[in-house]
């Protein structure tokens, strides 16, 4: 009975979140989206073991199959998201779905079982509250593949999350970078104490060979535990949960100005004339400097007049520079990388980042297309 009613709870606490996302005005789309969907699952996971608890096996004991293949999205949903509240370029592309295969794959598998008779379903989960359902082979190659999937997920996000605090630090957000950049690792942490709740019961399992049902309801308390914590800071501060790109200081200078045309025509020579871009050195602290404005200032200017981070603006010009480069007859001598360190790249993996961000295109690619 207790159980049936954390299950219960959690499941109006998850739906009231979720119609809170939803009804809230947001610039950010996107982003309340992909929590939504990343709530909702958890929602799944503790509906069909609500299902399995009480009397509503009896009537819809299928539910219970709803949460297989669950954990597949989890990675991905999270990935998307903090892409979504860290970069305002960031925008849906078709690609993306190749991130659900897996999950799509466990569902295909899955169909038949939903077309089994009930009483079928109801031996079958007889036996998984008794304890007596065997662990069968599939099923823990299956396991180990999500738990896996799971943490590669975890390990890029926490990569983006410091790539993130570098690229977009510059960008002077109402909510800045580096609360959402917080945030994010914050409920990293709490997907991580999941996944290392999944392997602990999945070798629990291993080790006895056959299902226990309280490890599923342990599961669910640390994905109850999430909803909460959400819906809690959602209370504290819903901007930081579904962070629009509204910037600070819209009250200084307006750059459309006459005075604001003078910084541009700075910034304009500096870097087509001077070429500063050239510099690996070269931060925002440097240039502001050289233009005499204050970072914040010369961010909202390179944001406001290009639509981009100072990073995605030098980097662009590097680009830019080096397929001129690349193009001119002298520079056949010289590998790609070397011309990438002459136009102001530090790495190879930076440059390739850069470029394909860019271009759409490899360095390799493109040069084969040339």
């Given amino acids: 009975m207790i159980w049936s009613a954390l299950f219960i709870i959690n499941i109006v606490q998850g739906l009231f979140l979720i119609s809170i996302i939803t009804i809230k005005r947001n610039s950010n789309a996107l982003a309340s989206r992909l929590l939504s969907a990343l709530i909702l699952l958890m929602i799944l996971a503790n509906i069909g073991y609500l299902v399995i608890r009480t009397d509503l096996k009896e009537f819809v004991p299928q539910m219970l199959g709803v949460t297989y293949g669950i954990i597949f999205l989890y990675g991905p949903l999270f990935y998307f998201y903090s892409k979504s509240v860290t970069d305002n370029n960031f925008k849906w592309k078709k690609k993306y779905w190749l991130h659900f295969v897996p999950y799509f794959l ?10 089994y008779d009930r009483i079928i379903w109801t031996n079958f989960i007889n036996k998984y509250l008794a304890g007596n359902l065997p662990f069968i082979t599939y099923v823990k190659v299956l396991f180990a ?10 390990i890029i996000i926490f990569s983006w999350t410091r790539k993130a605090r570098h690229e977009y630090s510059s960008v002077q957000y109402i909510t800045s970078v580096s609360a959402r950049i917080n945030w994010l690792k ?28 309280v490890t599923n309801y342990i599961y669910t308390l640390i994905t109850s535990g999430i909803i909460y914590f959400i819906a809690f800071k959602m209370v504290l501060n819903p901007e930081l949960i579904i962070p629009g790109f509204a910037q600070k200081y819209r009250s200084y200078m307006e750059f459309g100005s006459e005075e604001g045309g003078k910084y541009l025509q700075k910034l304009k020579f500096l870097m087509e004339d001077q070429k500063i871009f050239t510099s690996p050195e070269l931060k925002l602290k440097t240039l502001a400097e050289k233009i005499d404005l204050p970072q914040h200032q010369l961010s909202k200017l390179i944001n406001e007049k290009f639509g981009k981070s100072f990073s995605d603006y030098i980097n662009e010009y590097r680009v830019n520079e080096f397929i ?42 493109y040069k084969i297309l040339s």
Avoid at 334 to 361: C, D, R
Wanted: glycine content about 4%.
């Fill in 106 to 115: 466990q569902f295909l598998y899955n169909i038949p079982f939903f077309f």
């Fill in 145 to 154: 593949v999500q738990n896996v999937h799971l943490l590669i997920y975890l």
């Fill in 186 to 213: 914050t409920l990293a942490y709490c997907f991580s104490i999941l996944a290392l709740t999944i392997s602990t019961l999945y070798i629990y399992i291993l080790i006895v060979g056959k299902y226990n049902p």
């Fill in 324 to 365: 001129s480069r690349v193009n001119q007859n002298h520079s056949a001598n010289y590998t790609l990388y070397a011309i990438a360190l002459e136009v102001g790249f530090n790495s190879k993996s930076s440059f390739n980042s850069a470029f394909k961000k860019i271009t759409g295109k490899t360095p390799s690619e």
